[in-house]
């Protein structure tokens, strides 16, 4: 029987008996912060009517992957980064898989580490996250996610909700190491596909106040093709195209990450996963689930255009 088969066999048996892993409370040493690096999960969902935003990965459909990859529970928190990444360093051996956004991504300086492959981390390991090539988040998850504290049903981090709002400079963040685990050898290296965000087209379904729109604008939102302007942030993004009209302001209503307003001004606000839970701006669409996904990864001058469901 190969050696690598009669140790996970006893790893099994182990599991599986009387053999309990011993977890070891270890941290990431973050020497660079890079631009706004948090901790995300899903995000938090009974909270709206208390004025708390929903918060969670930009990009959900990333996070999953990463989870899977390391057989996380779906939900696991993970670090969340854009533009430039950060530094960091490794008390102690993990495993830890990177998804989304394509960046050049060093190992010890010179390991060039690819999205979907699982990293074997040793102790005092340095990662680092250089410049991004395509797409806007970057996510990379720990094995058994980031122990970090959770507030009103989430890990996702935001600004006066939680005590920490963005990554600085030494910060620690910590994870459960198991050094005796044996993990099975990973045979063949996942190949996450990095071209599902490059669609322009967006679905969206019609929003509340999208009838109060006259046909030439319902006609012009959905054959006009868009730009992602340089407003770029969790909150919302914004289009460099503008749409004047003549709607009426609407009183404060419930918005979702996905919700499109339309300002008086005619600006297109795409609201992202912190922005508000209310608004006053006629919701003209609302950004179907999986096109949000799409949406966030686009940078700024990239294209989109809108595909009513």
């Known amino acids: 029987m190969p050696t690598a088969l009669k140790q996970y066999i006893n790893w099994l048996f182990r599991e599986n008996t009387i053999y309990a892993m011993i977890k070891i409370p270890s941290y990431i040493h973050f020497t660079r912060p890079g631009m706004l690096t948090t901790v995300q999960d899903l995000g938090r969902f009974d909270m709206a009517g208390y004025g708390v935003p ?20 779906k939900g696991a928190a993970v670090l969340e980064m854009t533009n430039l990444g950060p530094e960091m360093v490794f008390e ?10 394509e960046a050049e991504i060093l190992l010890n300086n010179k390991r060039i580490v690819k999205n979907g ?3 074997e981390i040793q102790e005092d390991d340095c990662l680092s996250i250089e410049k991004f090539r395509k797409g ?3 996510y990379m998850g720990v094995q058994g996610g980031f122990e970090t504290e959770e ?15 963005y990554i600085q400079k030494n910060d620690t963040l910590c994870y459960l190491s198991e050094e005796e685990r044996f993990y099975p050898p990973v045979e063949t290296k996942a190949k996450v596909r990095s071209d599902w965000y490059r669609t322009a087209q967006i679905k969206a379904y019609p929003g509340p106040e999208w009838d109060m729109l006259p046909t030439l604008l319902k006609n012009r939102i959905t054959k006009k093709t868009f730009s992602v ?34 300002t008086p001004s005619g600006k297109l606000l ?7 839970v209310t608004g006053g701006y006629p919701r003209i669409l609302q950004i179907d689930n999986i096109s949000l996904n799409i949406l966030c990864q686009k940078r700024p001058g990239e294209k989109i255009k809108f595909s009513i469901l």
């Open 54 to 73: 929903y918060s969670g990965a930009m990009d959900r459909y990333s996070l999953a992957q990463v989870n899977f990859l390391l057989s996380n529970p």
């Open 92 to 101: 102690r051996s993990t495993r830890v898989v990177f998804a989304g956004a």
């Open 117 to 119: 492959q699982v990293i």
């Open 136 to 138: 806007q988040w970057l």
């Open 151 to 165: 507030v009103a049903g989430s890990k996702s981090w935001y600004p006066q909700i939680t005590e920490r709002g």
């Open 229 to 262: 302007s340089d407003l770029v942030s969790r909150m919302a993004y914004q289009l460099t195209e503008e749409i004047p009209n003549e709607l009426p302001g609407i009183l404060t209503s419930p918005v979702y990450p996905g919700t499109v307003q339309l």
């Open 270 to 276: 795409l609201l992202m996963r912190d922005a508000q």
